[in-house]
C-alpha cells in the first residue's frame, strides 16, 4: 500500500516507516522537522518537508503519491511541556490533526492509524489498565490527544472513517538503524544513557516519594520494534473497522530499576539526583495489552527491559551525537 506517515521522520515514525518499507508498502514521509531529522528517514522513503498545519500541502502529498492510508503521527508529546503550553498541544495534536482528517476526507481517503498515549488514562486506580478503564487525562497532551479519539469516532459514524487508534504506553529501545533523539531530551532512557556516556553529569530522578515500591513512578516500557510490528497490524485492521488499542507489555519498571538496569548493561556508574515531581507525571502507568494481542494477534517479541535498554545503548554507542553529528 501507499502510505502517508506523517511524523515519520521522528524517533517512532523512522522505526515504523523502515518497517512498511522493508514489508514491501511505499512510504511517504511528511514531517517539518521540527523534532524529526532528514537523516532518519529511509532513502527509499519519499520526504516532504511540511507543515500539517499546511492544507494547500496536505492535499498535494495525497493526491500527487495516490495515498491509501495514513499513519497519523505528527504530535508535540510531552507531558511536561504540555502542561505550560497546552495551547501548543490543542492547536499541533487538534487543530491540525483535524486539518489532515479534512484533507483526507476531501479527496475520500478514509484509513488512518492514529499514535494515542496512555496518557488518556490519567492516573487510573486499577492496574493493568485495559481499554474501557476512565479516561481523565491529568495533562493536556493526554487530553489534546483523547480529543481527537472522540472526533475520529464521531467521522466513522458519520463518514465511515476507519481508524485504529494505538494508545503507547512507553516507547523504548531502537533498531539497528533509528533511535531516539529528541533536543532537549527529556525521557528517562536516552537520559540514563547520556550520563552513561559522560554526556550528562547526573539524571534527575523526579519524584521519590510516590506510592510505589521504591518511590519513582513506574511504566511500562515497549520497544519500538514491537510497536512497529503493531502498526502494521493496526493498518490491515482499518480494512474492516475500527477500534482502540493499548500498546504495552503488561509489566512495570520503576524508574530506580531503570537506572539500575541500565547500570549493569552499560557496565557505567549512573549518578542520580533527586528532583521535584515533574507536573502532570502519574504514579503507575501500566497496560493491559490482551485486546490488541486477542483481536489483531499482536506477539510482542522484545519484551524483557535489558534488550530494551541493549538495543537503545548500542544506538547510542554508534550515534554518540545522536543524528546530524560529523562525528558519527
Ligand atoms: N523521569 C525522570 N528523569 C528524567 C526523565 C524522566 O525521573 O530525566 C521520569 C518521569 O518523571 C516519569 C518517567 O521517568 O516518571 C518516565 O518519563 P518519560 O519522560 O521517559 O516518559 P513519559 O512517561 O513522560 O511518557
Not at 503550553?85 to 478514509?110: E, S, T
Not at 520494534?225 to 480494512?239: M, Q, R, V
Not at 515533574?278 to 483481536?295: E, F, V, W
Request: hydrophobic letters at 40%; one cysteine or more.
Amino acid at each position: 500500500m501507499k502510505i502517508l506517515v506523517t511524523g515519520g521522520a521522528g524517533y517512532i515514525g523512522s522505526v515504523v516507516s523502515e518497517r512498511l518499507i522493508t514489508q514491501g508498502h511505499e512510504a511517504v514521509i511528511y514531517d517539518n522537522l521540527s523534532k524529526g531529522h532528514r537523516e532518519a528517514v529511509m532513502p527509499e522513503a519519499e520526504f516532504i518537508e511540511a507543515d500539517l498545519a499546511d492544507s494547500r500541502q496536505l492535499i498535494k502529498a495525497l493526491e500527487d503519491h495516490k495515498i491509501e492510508a495514513v499513519i497519523h503521527m505528527a504530535a508535540a508529546s510531552l507531558v511536561g511541556e504540555s502542561v505550560q503550553n497546552p495551547q501548543l498541544y490543542f492547536r499541533n495534536n487538534d487543530v491540525n490533526g483535524l486539518n489532515l482528517l479534512d484533507a483526507m476526507l476531501q479527496i475520500g481517503i478514509k484509513r488512518l492509524v492514529f499514535s494515542s498515549t496512555a496518557a488518556v488514562y490519567g492516573a487510573p486506580e486499577t492496574m493493568p489498565i485495559t481499554e474501557d478503564a476512565p479516561q481523565n487525562p491529568t495533562n493536556p497532551y493526554g487530553e489534546s490527544k483523547l480529543a481527537f479519539e472522540k472526533i475520529l469516532r464521531w467521522y466513522d459514524e458519520a463518514y465511515q472513517f476507519r481508524y485504529v487508534s494505538l494508545r503507547y504506553f512507553n516507547a523504548a529501545g531502537a533498531s539497528e538503524r533509528f533511535g531516539e533523539d529528541h533536543e532537549p531530551e527529556t525521557h528517562i532512557i536516552p537520559n540514563v544513557l547520556r550520563v552513561a556516556a559522560g554526556r550528562m553529569s547526573h539524571v534527575s530522578i523526579f519524584g521519590e516519594d510516590y506510592p510505589t515500591p521504591d518511590g519513582t513512578c513506574v511504566r511500562d516500557y515497549v520497544h519500538v520494534l514491537d510497536l512497529a510490528d503493531a502498526h502494521i497490524l493496526a493498518l490491515k485492521a482499518t480494512e474492516t473497522g475500527s477500534r482502540t488499542y493499548n500498546l504495552g507489555y503488561g509489566s512495570g519498571y520503576s524508574v530506580g530499576e531503570v537506572v539500575e538496569m541500565a547500570r549493569q548493561i552499560t557496565g557505567k556508574w549512573i549518578s542520580t539526583e533527586s528532583a521535584p515531581r515533574r507536573a502532570g507525571d502519574p504514579p503507575i502507568l501500566i497496560a493491559s495489552p490482551d485486546k490488541i494481542m486477542s483481536d489483531l494477534g499482536w506477539s510482542p517479541r522484545h519484551s524483557e527491559l535489558d534488550r530494551i535498554l541493549e538495543s537503545a545503548w548500542r544506538w547510542h554507542l554508534s550515534h554518540p551525537h545522536g543524528y546530524g553529528s560529523a562525528n558519527n
